[in-house]
C-alpha cells in the first residue's frame, strides 16, 4: 500500500516531488487523472508513493476544491499526505493548501496542521522571515511579477497562503531553524494552535533539522505543504520507508539444448542461485504446476535482494527426456502458469527467461503485451520491462536456447540486477485507463 500520496497542481511539480522521493528510495510513481479521481487506486498498491496532478494551478475556486478533495479521498489511507506548492507561489496555493487540510481532517479524525517548508535551496528558493526569495530577490521584484496567468504580487507565505480562505498561520523564524534543537520542539509545539506552520529555511540542513523537530511532536497528523523536499524530509523523519521489501531474480529455463545447461551450471557457480527443480507428474516431464509453484514460493520468500532463484528443467544431461508433441507445447505453459503463481504471492525484483516457447509463455500468463526493449546484452539476448498487465515495468531478461557462450546467463542476470537497481530509485508515469472509452 502507498505511504506517501502527493498532490500537485501539474504534472511538472508532480514529477519533481516524486523524484525526491524515488532518490530516497520510495518507489513513485506520477498519475495524471484526466477527471478519472478513482484511478489513483490502480496504483495504490504498487507504488510507496503516488503523485496526482490536478492540473488545477489556474482553475476555477470550484474545480481546485473538487479536484483536490477527490485526490486525497481516492488516494486515503497513507501515512503523509504532502500538497505540493509552486516553489515561487503561484496559483491557487491557499485553496489547495486548505483543502488538503481538510479533507485528511475529515478523513483521519486527527489535529492536522500543515508544515510549510516552501524553500527549495537546490532550486536558489529561500525563505526569510517568511518572505520567499528567488535568488535573494523577493518574487515580486523578478520578472515573475509579469507572469501573464499567474503575477505574483507579494512573496509573504503567509498572505498567500491566506488569499481567499481562511488558514491560520505561525511563524518559524531563521534564529529558531537555527538554535538548539529543544528549542526548535518547543516552538513547533506552541504553533500547533495555528493550521498552518511556515518555517524558515535557506539550506538543505535547515529543512531536515524542522522536518525532525516536526516528527517529535505529539497528537498531530503534519501535512507537507512545500515545493517536494520538505515533505521528503518529514516523511523520512516520520520513518516512511520503502513498501516494497527488495526481492530475489527469478530465473526461468525450459530449454534442454548443451548451451543452455553450460550457461546455467556456470551461473550455479558463480553468484548466489537457489535452484528448483520441478515437480514432475508421474510419468511426464511436464511439471505439476501446484507442487512446482509452491516449493518455488517457499524459496523465493527465503531469497534476499540480490540472489538468484532458478527453475529449471533440465540442468545435466541425464535431465534431458525426449518430449511428445503435446508435451513440448504443454512445458512452456507450465513455466508460464508457476510463474504467475510464483509472482501473485511474492517479490521479485527482476525476471530472467531463457527459451523463447517459455518466454511467450510467460507473457501471456502475467497478462503483458509484449516487452519494452531497452538493451541487447549479448547478441539474440535482450533487456527490457514487461508492458502492462499486473507487473508492468518488471524488469525482464530474455534469450534463446542456443543463444550465447558459457557466461551469457551470469551477464544476463548482472544486467537484470542493475536494471532493477535503478528502477527502485526511477519515476513512472502513468495515465489510467478509461473504462468507458
Known sequence: ???????????????????????????????????????????????????????????????????????VRAGWPVDLVSCRIDTTLRGNVGLAAQTVLRTVAELSGRHTVGLCLPAHPAAGRQTVDGTQLLHGKRLEDTELARDPRSPVRTSSVGDVLSDGTDLTTAQIPLATVTGSVEGLRTALRAAVHADVVIADAITLEHLERVADAAATVDDVLWVGIDPGPGSTFLGHALGIRGNRQAGPVLAVSGSATDVTRTQLQALVAARSVHVVRPAGLPGSPVPDVDETAADLIKVVDGARRGDVVLLATVLEAHDVVPLKADEGAALPRALGR????????????????????????????????????????????????????????????????????????????????????SRSRRVHTAIPRNPHP
Open 1 to 71: 500500500m502507498a505511504q506517501v500520496l502527493v498532490v500537485a497542481d501539474d504534472l511538472t511539480g508532480a514529477n519533481a516531488a516524486a523524484a525526491g522521493f524515488a532518490r530516497a528510495g520510495l518507489r513513485s510513481v506520477t498519475v495524471g487523472l484526466g477527471g478519472r479521481w478513482d484511478a489513483v487506486a490502480e496504483f495504490h498498491s504498487r507504488f510507496d508513493v503516488v503523485a496526482v496532478t490536478t492540473e488545477s494551478r489556474h482553475a476555477p475556486r470550484d474545480q481546485v476544491i473538487d479536484a483536490v478533495r477527490q485526490s
Open 338 to 421: 508457476i510463474t504467475r503463481r510464483v509472482l501473485e504471492e511474492c517479490v521479485v525484483d527482476g525476471l530472467y527467461t531463457t527459451g523463447g516457447d517459455v518466454t511467450a509463455a510467460v507473457l501471456d500468463e502475467i497478462g503483458a503485451r509484449g516487452l519494452e526493449v531497452e538493451d541487447e546484452v549479448v547478441p539474440l539476448a535482450v533487456a527490457g520491462e514487461v508492458v502492462d498487465g499486473p507487473w508492468d515495468n518488471l524488469p525482464i531478461v530474455t534469450k534463446g536456447g542456443l543463444v550465447g557462450d558459457a557466461d551469457t546467463a551470469v551477464n544476463c542476470i548482472d544486467h537484470l540486477l542493475r536494471a532493477a537497481g
